[in-house]
């Protein structure tokens, strides 16, 4: 299926958000999610189907002073 991943457009096979990380690789990250505009927990990425055209933001945490 064609998402939208941070402003790219992607294909991919995945199900759900939590396989989409798994194959966008994203498995070892920290990151904070968002489908749509709406953000999702890390406990709920399992739970959360994809659709064709979804719009995916993968955010990492950044450190600094």
């Given at each position: ?24 690789g ?26 064709e ?13």
């Amino acid at each position: 299926m064609r998402i939208t991943l941070n402003g790219d457009a992607r294909d991919i096979a995945a199900a759900n958000l939590d396989q989409a990380l798994s194959e966008l690789g994203y498995t070892d990250s920290f990151v904070a999610t968002a489908v749509n505009g709406h953000f999702v927990p890390k406990a709920e990425r399992r739970n959360k189907r994809l659709d064709e055209g979804d719009r995916i933001e993968v955010v990492a945490p950044m450190q600094g002073g």
